[in-house]
C-alpha cells in the first residue's frame, strides 16, 4: 500500500480537488496527492490550454489523444489536470505554462517549482 503524503497544498492549507471529470491525480482520486513512489511528482493543478497540450505532445508527452487502456479519456482546452512539476516548470521555461490552480497544487510542487513560478501562473 503506497501512503500518501499529508493533504496540503502551496499554501500551507488543505489540498482542494483538481478534478473530477475527467478524473485526475497519481491515485486517480481527484486530487494532486503524491507519494514516494509517484516519480513524476503529479502535484501542479493545471488548466489545460490548446498551447500547452500542443507542446506537451511535442516534448513526447500527448495528453490529447485517449488512451481507454489507461483510464485515459484525453484532454482538451479548459480541463484540469495533475500534471508533474518538471513538465510545468519546462513549460514555464518554454513561455506556455498553463494557469496553476494553488489551492489544488500539492506542496510537494514546491520540491520542484519555487512558489513565485506557480504565483505568476494562478488562476485565481
Request: aromatic residues 8%.
Amino acid at each position: 500500500m503506497m501512503d500518501k503524503d499529508p493533504e496540503i497544498n502551496v499554501l500551507g492549507g488543505m489540498l482542494e480537488a483538481c478534478s473530477q471529470d475527467p478524473l485526475t491525480g497519481f491515485f486517480r482520486d481527484g486530487h494532486c496527492n503524491t507519494c514516494a513512489a509517484d516519480q513524476g511528482s503529479h502535484t501542479v493543478c493545471a488548466v489545460m490550454t490548446a498551447e500547452f497540450l500542443a507542446f506537451s505532445k511535442y516534448v513526447g508527452n500527448d495528453l490529447s489523444t485517449p488512451r481507454p487502456e489507461f483510464r485515459f479519456p484525453g484532454l482538451n482546452p479548459g480541463d484540469k489536470w495533475c500534471l508533474c512539476a518538471a513538465r510545468f516548470l519546462q513549460a514555464h521555461d518554454e513561455g506556455c505554462a498553463p494557469r496553476v490552480s494553488l489551492a489544488a497544487t500539492h506542496k510537494r510542487a514546491l520540491d520542484i517549482v519555487p512558489l513565485d513560478v506557480l504565483e505568476t501562473h494562478s488562476d485565481g
